[in-house]
């Protein structure tokens, strides 16, 4: 049977809450967050102890205006309270343990109670009915299942609007083109890096993914630029969303893309977005750039009260042409923690990206080494270039290896040694890329 076509412009039912009139979503959100936060301080000591020193009462909490008054989370009060400790459920109600992937250290445990999953797979659902998913599609996804919420994450709400789901997960990449070619998928998740990888192993296979029905791609867990989706968008044939979630709010869902892939859609009936300043913890209007923090509203395994994210974005102003009322935040470019200080001055490894997707010839495969020579820091940035390039004149080479440095210069103010690799040199990841490789002694 072929793909039923989605009726045109009728958004899926459960994605009805995305449209919601501002001031009732604003009732919801209120009322949700009396109850979250009365949940919160009656089981978690963490919560009732923070709330006692700065003298608020759950009571004090009327209005989702109200959530500034609240204590914040961060990453650390999930370790110190390692496994369960911050558990509002009893651990009969809990129905599922998750732990983060761990990029920065030891892992975190997160709990959901059938409530809980049910959320879960109301947000992907409507992640995926704003990508143009319906029944009838076939989804290969390939995001790791295990503890790490993506795979499982995903599952769920891909069978509840009706897709077909093929629970492949991360890794064994010859397998996963056979089953895209053989099965006719037509949409796949994974991290934006693993997909890169697998579009060159496709390439070597002789598979030509613009042949295949694929035709939509949702990509996250690890920031990629809009360089990089164009990339990805023209060689594979497809339209590439970013999806975005964390393990302590929820896992991936917390927001996704729509149909104008501009800016992720929140879903702040259930998670309630702020924009702080990260060194005065002051909230920030809708707009400005700072730390995103989210507060749980329906959680009840493990409700989170204005936790920090470290991940820096803006709330977007203007309304989407979508239609939809719940509100964008802008594409993550980084996180607090992702940045690296060289010679003074701050660098994202994204800056780097947008300078080396510009030019042509470069593939989307790079590292960034920090080394140390007699006491100052260094920065080498290794590019893989295509074949062509590197079987050219040496001529070629230089002429594109100072042209990046040049361009990664104009961005970051400093001096980087660019080395062009041949295609297939940098280590390829499963999940979530490792882009900076830091050889510097003293940190
Ligand atoms: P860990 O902190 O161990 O990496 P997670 O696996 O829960 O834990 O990863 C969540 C983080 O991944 C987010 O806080 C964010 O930094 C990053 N991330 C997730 N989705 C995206 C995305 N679409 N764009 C950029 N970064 C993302
Ligand atoms: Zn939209």
Not at 103 to 132: C, E, F, H, M
Not at 253 to 279: K, M, R, S, T, W
Not at 342 to 369: D, K
Request: charged share 25%; net charge negative; aromatic share 8%.
């Amino acid at each position: 049977m072929t793909p039923s076509s989605a009726p045109a412009g009728i958004p899926h039912p459960a994605s009805k809450p995305d449209f919601m009139p501002r001031d009732e979503l604003r009732e919801l959100q209120s009322a949700r967050l009396r109850e979250v936060v009365q949940l919160a301080y009656q089981n978690v000591a963490l919560y009732r102890d923070r709330m006692d020193v700065l003298g608020v009462k759950p009571s004090d909490i009327r209005t989702i205006n109200d959530v500034v008054r609240l204590p914040m989370t961060v990453k650390t009060d999930l370790r110190d309270t390692y496994p369960f400790g911050m558990f509002a459920a009893p651990m009969a109600e809990v129905v599922r343990l998750h732990a983060s992937s761990g990029t920065t250290g030891k892992p975190i445990v997160v709990a959901y109670t059938q409530s809980d999953l049910d959320v879960w797979q109301n947000v992907i659902l409507r992640a995926l009915a704003g990508y143009g998913l319906h029944q009838g599609d076939i989804l290969q996804n390939a995001y790791g299942y295990g503890l790490f919420t993506g795979g499982l994450g995903l599952h769920y709400g891909a069978e509840a609007l009706g897709a077909t789901v093929i629970p492949i997960s991360g890794g064994n990449t010859d397998r996963q083109i056979m089953v895209m070619k053989d099965f006719g998928v037509s949409a796949i998740s994974c991290t934006p890096s693993y997909f890169l990888h697998l579009l060159d192993r496709a390439e070597e296979m002789g598979v030509d993914l613009r042949e295949l029905p694929l035709r939509t791609g949702f990509f996250g867990a690890e920031p990629w630029t809009d360089a990089m989706r164009q990339r990805i968008e023209a060689s594979a044939g497809i339209k590439a969303f970013d999806i975005y979630g964390l393990t302590e709010i929820i896992g991936p869902g917390v927001g996704a893309e729509c149909q104008y892939q501009n800016g992720l859609h929140i879903f702040e009936d259930h998670f309630y977005p702020e924009i702080i300043n990260p060194d005065t913890l002051e909230p920030l209007p809708d707009g400005r750039e700072g730390e995103l923090v989210f507060t749980t509203l329906t959680k009840r395994g493990m409700p989170m009260l204005r936790y920090r994210t470290r991940d820096i974005t803006s709330i977007m102003t203007e309304t989407c042409a979508c239609g939809r009322t719940i509100r964008r935040i802008a594409r993550i470019s980084h996180r607090s923690d992702d940045m690296f200080i060289i010679r003074g001055v701050n660098v994202f490894p994204s800056q780097i990206e947008t300078a080396l997707m510009a030019a042509e010839g470069t593939l989307p495969h790079y590292q960034i080494v920090l080394t140390r020579q007699r006491d100052l820091d260094q920065i080498e940035v290794w590019v893989e270039v295509t074949s062509d390039v590197f079987s050219d004149r040496v001529g070629a080479m230089e002429t594109l290896q100072s042209k990046l440095a040049r361009q990664i210069e104009r961005t970051i103010g400093i001096r980087a040694a660019v080395r062009l690799v041949e295609p297939h040199s940098i280590t390829r990841s499963e999940g979530k890329a490792k882009r900076v490789i830091d050889k510097r002694e003293l940190k």
